[in-house]
């Protein structure tokens, strides 16, 4: 059985190549116990200025749909 790391890895794969079509893309920061995500988006995503429609209607929509336990995505 994958942690949830891995399957919040897994889930930001199949999203990365959207934003690096746009120059962007995003790392993985930490996931903790209790469902928060911290991401850093970098290139273009990092001083976009719909960067945090990105992140909550693409990245952190995705995430909470295929990883059971995610309950908010924030930038760091």
Do not use: F
């Not at 993985?28 to 209790?34: G, I, K, W, Y």
């Not at 850093?40 to 990245?59: H, N, V």
């Not at 995705?62 to 924030?74: Q, R, S, Y």
């Amino acid at each position: 059985m994958s942690t949830r790391q891995e399957k919040v890895e897994a889930a930001l794969e199949k999203i990365r190549p959207s934003l690096q079509e746009d120059g962007g893309d995003v790392e993985l920061v930490e996931v903790t116990t209790d469902g928060v995500v911290k991401v850093k988006l970098t290139g273009a995503c990092s001083g976009c200025p719909m960067r945090e429609m990105t992140l909550q209607m693409g990245i952190g929509r995705v995430l909470k749909e295929e990883v059971p336990g995610v309950k908010e995505i924030v930038a760091v």
